[in-house]
């Protein structure tokens, strides 16, 4: 008798453990038979429209949500065909309560046909699931048209035009010999002395463009302003060396210097060599110029152009050499580090004004007056939307021009 | 024609950018494209330019024997040994299966890459660390009332920024702890401030771009 109860135990807890098993054999097998789905209610008021600003290669579509949007939908897939019959060809999807899709695929200049399937799908293992569809009303043909303006970009071209037309004016009005007061910059005033005082210590003066190409509005004007700083070096014949980090700076660079030589009568003095290439490497560039600066000493530097990192690490290590330092950069987040480091920096938009000081060419001042002009005008807009908005007045919703 | 030409393709480039940023059809649209692909191949042939300007400067400072002829001597000897492991590497992508390079983990410019350049440019990267401590040190001295603004800001950016300033702090009300003041810090004034320049930078550009297009700007072609 206990044996037969032992048996039976032992055949209880043998079903007991197996349970689980015969009950994922039931899953599996309503996997197999993939029972029916409820399908939700179809989209409606499907449009495609072409993309508003564009250059003619997107179309907007859009719907109205699914009645069971929140109840049933899992996601939307949006198809497209070139014929209102098909094949439609599914291009992509948005989650639920989403009802916006651009398509940016292959549509230039080809008309397409397009609608929406609210799709409720339910997941029975991680690699089956069922899906009930239901597709919305076919909405075309539709083409793509490229824009000749950009509308999102007229605020833009307004005060482009306005600060244009600022410098245009101030400029006509030097040429036609009038006086222009232009406020002084310190950081500008400075570069006569801080060549002065290389030439008396019988030292070099360090020319720094900055490690950005000349693809850079700054170093552009880095360039612009060494040219300056050549004239002025040629004439108090003092050596000036120009290490740069791309080797089209280089180029451009020697031949900045080059003619600068040569205005001031001192074509002899120029030797190819002050300016040149080190490396593209941002941090082996400024290994490089620390190590000419300590062995050097030279006593002025001028760093001016695009900045990253390695502006705190080319100021410090100047500093330390003893020399004058000027800096200007147009990355906001250096200027701090130039301001603690260096004797003067040029803020903003002192870099660009810098070239124009310096040579006090009358058109060149008269565009710094325009710019000024402009600086004024933005400030002055800046302050009737600030009121407008305390108001509760907004002009970025008055102006959407999407 | 020396100065005539390049002013007159600067000021075709110059229009022709303007007009692609506010018109998006075709050609336009293009033009964005094409420029940078044109950039890019002048500046791969610049390349060797640069690569001898460097050569020609370390030989010459060698051959001389001047005070630092050692470095030039090692940028010789680390030039030559990277570009030597990259040509050995070689490029193996067009017709071999399966398409090698070398610039692939375990290849000898890898290891250089690895073993040198990633180490030495990280120790670069790490004494800026010191560098900020040393500027610190001296932009926060109060010589005046601007600096003693900056060293009280700087002073709860800092302590607003580190658990020990939410630790000192955390008794008081909320919106009067540290690391609050620290937000509203940057928030609002650094913010300003930082505009402020921002808009002065694309004014500066706006005016430097056209003075360069118009042609009256000229120093960067003639010095």
């Known amino acids: 008798m206990d044996r037969l109860k032992a048996l039976l135990f032992l ?79 599914g291009i992509g999807s948005t989650t639920k309560g989403q009802d916006f899709y651009t398509d940016n695929g292959d549509t230039v200049g080809v008309s397409y046909y397009y609608k929406i399937a609210a799709v409720n799908e339910v997941k029975l293992t991680d690699s089956t699931s069922v899906t009930g569809i239901s597709e919305s009303q076919v909405v075309g043909p539709i083409k793509p048209i490229a824009q000749w303006f950009n509308m999102r970009r007229l605020n833009v071209f307004f005060w482009l035009l306005v600060t244009c037309a600022a410098i245009l004016f101030y400029i006509m ?60 070096c040629a004439t108090n014949d003092t050596m000036l060396d120009v290490p740069v980090s791309r080797s089209l700076v280089m180029v451009t660079a020697r031949e900045s210097v080059r003619e600068a030589y040569s205005k001031v009568g001192r074509p002899d003095a120029f030797k190819e060599d002050q300016v040149h290439y080190v490396t593209d490497d941002q941090f082996g560039y400024a290994a490089a110029i620390d190590g000419m600066v300590m062995r050097d000493k030279p006593a002025a530097m001028f760093y001016m152009g695009g900045f990253f990192a390695e502006a705190l690490i080319l100021a410090e290590t100047g500093n330390n050499a003893g020399a004058i330092q000027i800096a200007g950069t147009n990355q906001p987040a250096q200027i701090p580090f130039f301001v603690a480091a260096c004797d003067y920096t040029l803020i903003g938009e002192e870099l660009f004004a810098a070239s124009a000081y310096l040579e006090r060419e009358p058109r060149l001042l008269g565009s710094l007056k325009g710019q000024d002009f402009a600086k004024g005008l933005f400030l002055l807009a800046i302050f009737i939307l600030l009121i407008l908005f305390m108001f509760g007045i907004n002009w970025v919703t008055i102006m959407d021009v999407s | ?52 300007s460097l050569m020609k400067l370390c030989l010459l400072n060698i051959s001389k024997k001047s005070h630092d002829w050692p470095i030039s001597l090692l940028i010789i000897i680390s030039f030559l040994s990277i570009v ?140």
Request: charged share 15%.
């Open chain 1, 11 to 89: 055949t209880s807890v043998v079903i007991l453990l197996c349970l689980p098993a015969f009950s994922q054999t039931s899953i599996d097998s309503a996997a197999a038979v993939k029972p029916a789905v409820e399908s939700p209610a179809p989209p409606t008021d499907v449009v495609a429209k072409d993309t508003k600003n564009d250059d003619g290669s997107a179309l907007d579509i859009s719907w109205q949500l699914s009645p069971d949007d929140k109840r049933l939908v899992t996601k939307y897939v949006v198809l497209r065909s070139k014929s209102p019959n098909g094949p439609f060809v």
């Open chain 1, 173 to 232: 009005q030097a040429k036609s010999g009038k006086e222009l007061y232009v406020r002084k910059i310190a950081g500008i005033d400075a570069v006569d002395d801080a060549i002065g005082r290389a030439t008396e210590m019988g030292r070099k003066v360090f020319f720094v463009p900055g490690i950005q190409d000349m693809d850079d509005v700054a170093t552009i004007a880095a360039i612009t302003i060494l040219g300056r700083v050549a004239r002025i």
């Open chain 2, 1 to 52: 024609m020396k100065r005539e030409i390049p002013l007159i393709i600067t000021f075709v480039a110059g229009v022709a950018f303007v007009l692609q940023y506010f018109i998006p059809h075709y050609p336009f649209n293009r033009f964005e494209n094409i420029f940078s692909d044109w950039f890019a191949i002048v500046g791969a042939f610049a390349i060797w330019l640069g690569a001898l």
């Open chain 2, 84 to 223: 030597i492991a990259g040509a050995i590497d070689g490029f193996h992508g067009l017709n071999s299966v399966p398409a090698t390079s070398f610039r692939d983990p375990g290849t000898n410019f890898d290891w250089f890459y690895q073993n040198v350049y990633t180490p030495l440019s990280s120790t670069m990267f790490a004494i800026l660390a010191f560098f900020v401590a040393s500027a610190s040190y001296r932009a926060f001295r109060a010589r005046n009332t601007a600096a003693t603004l900056l060293l009280v800001s700087a002073f709860f950016v800092m302590i607003g920024r580190v658990p020990l300033g939410d630790y000192l702090s955390g008794w008081l009300p909320e919106r009067m702890q540290f690391s609050q003041w620290a937000n509203w810090l940057m928030a609002f004034p650094n913010t300003a401030g930082q505009r402020a320049v921002m808009i002065g930078i694309a004014l500066g550009t706006v005016s430097t771009s056209l003075r360069i297009i118009l042609g009256i700007e000229r120093s960067h072609l003639e010095g």
